[in-house]
């Protein structure tokens, strides 16, 4: 069965971002694949935003939790706590030694978050993206769902994962399966309602912008009735033209099913204030049901702990036999 593995740091609250552009993906191909989920904390902790240690401990069960409310199975897939396993660091460890400098200097992620900090960005957000390619690697993926953000990185793990296996592992033999990214058609990318020409971000400066997945109704629509749209009155899907409508509209066929350009053809001429109306009463219905099951599991932080203790023991039943070929095959000695 083809494997698919994906990440989400416990870096802020889940938004609709990350809802449409990723969690709706990771439920739906548990349908026919074998899925593995992770709450990448060791990558959270390469933002200095992230450093407050107990607000990283409380984000991490949070947004655990927000998996298991947006339908995340535990029975069917495997979620996890990244830092759970060792066998992550370790494994990040062997591929640095496989990674070039100039390969991770121009990854765009990096570029863009470690503008500002001069000399005192830290190695880990440099190497972020190696240890990315062992959360990837070290679990055979085939398919990784991520936004189009990740897409370099995704390409990365390949690279660094067909380096390995050409170098260390015999032709018919890698070590490595060689992952692809899968990028979700609906809302691959949802845009800040404040500013519809940058993606809606857990790290964003001001939360005007960005709907939480755990945001009441009456905040969503106070959120969804001021966002940007811009001065002509129609409604149609243009991307360059019309960023703000262009993004209401993508996030109303999400929540709906329906297409784009049906929606445009239907709200075209009712004006911006009935348009926006609709949007937030369809993003409320949708979120409806993933909040009240988030009530129910915040309730029982037991049954949460208890899954994910489960998730990692079946991670490393996986893991761990894929870090000790990588270390034989690149010649380290074993202890026993
Ligand atoms: P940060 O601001 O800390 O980078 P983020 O909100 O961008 O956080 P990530 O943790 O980087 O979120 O991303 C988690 C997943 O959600 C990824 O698969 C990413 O591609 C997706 N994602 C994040 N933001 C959006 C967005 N605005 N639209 C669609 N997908 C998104
Ligand atoms: N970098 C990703 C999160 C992430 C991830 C992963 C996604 C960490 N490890 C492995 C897919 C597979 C992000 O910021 N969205």
Redesign the pocket.
């Known amino acids: 069965m083809t494997r698919v593995?994906?990440?989400?740091?416990p870096s802020g609250d889940a938004h609709l971002g990350n809802l449409l552009g990723?969690w709706v993906n990771w439920v739906s191909m548990q349908e026919d694949r074998d899925c593995v989920y992770?709450v990448?904390d060791l990558?959270a902790i390469t933002s200095p935003a992230e450093h407050d240690p107990a607000t990283l401990r409380d984000r991490t069960i949070e947004l655990a939790t927000g998996m298991l409310a947006v339908g995340v199975d535990p029975e069917r897939s495997i979620l996890f706590v990244?830092s759970h396993l060792h066998e992550h660091a370790e494994c990040t460890w062997l591929f640095n030694c496989v990674t070039g400098f100039g390969e991770l200097r121009k990854m765009p992620?990096f570029k863009e978050k470690s503008a500002g900090q001069g000399e005192s960005v830290s190695v880990g957000l440099f190497d972020?993206?190696v240890?990315?390619a062992a959360?990837?690697l070290l679990y055979h993926?085939d398919e990784?769902?991520?936004?189009e953000?990740?897409r370099h990185?995704?390409e990365l793990?390949r690279d660094i994962g067909q380096r390995f296996n050409h170098r260390f592992a015999p032709a018919d033999d890698p070590v490595f399966t060689l992952p692809k990214a899968i990028h979700p058609r609906a809302a691959a990318r949802v845009m800040d309602l404040q500013d519809p020409t940058v993606k809606m971000s857990k790290s964003a400066a001001s939360e005007k912008g960005i709907i939480y997945v755990l945001d009441e109704p009456k905040r969503i629509e106070k959120k969804i009735k001021s966002a940007v749209t811009d001065s002509a009155g129609d409604i149609r899907h243009d991307r360059e033209a019309k960023p703000g409508v262009s993004n209401l509209l993508e996030i109303l066929s999400a929540a709906t099913g329906r297409g784009v350009e049906e929606l445009a053809a239907d709200h075209d001429g009712g004006g911006y204030g009935a348009f926006k109306g609709a949007v937030a009463e369809a993003v409320i219905e949708m979120l409806r049901p993933t909040q009240a099951r988030y009530a129910e599991l915040a309730d029982d932080p037991g049954e949460v702990a208890r899954i994910l203790a489960d998730g990692a023991d079946r991670a490393r039943a996986v893991a761990a036999p894929t870090l000790a070929r990588a270390k034989d095959a690149i010649g380290l000695l074993p202890a026993r």
């Open positions: 593995f994906s990440g989400m740091q990723a992770c990448v990558h990244q992620q972020y993206p240890l990315q959360d990837i993926a990784v769902p991520v936004g953000d990740q990185h995704i793990a």
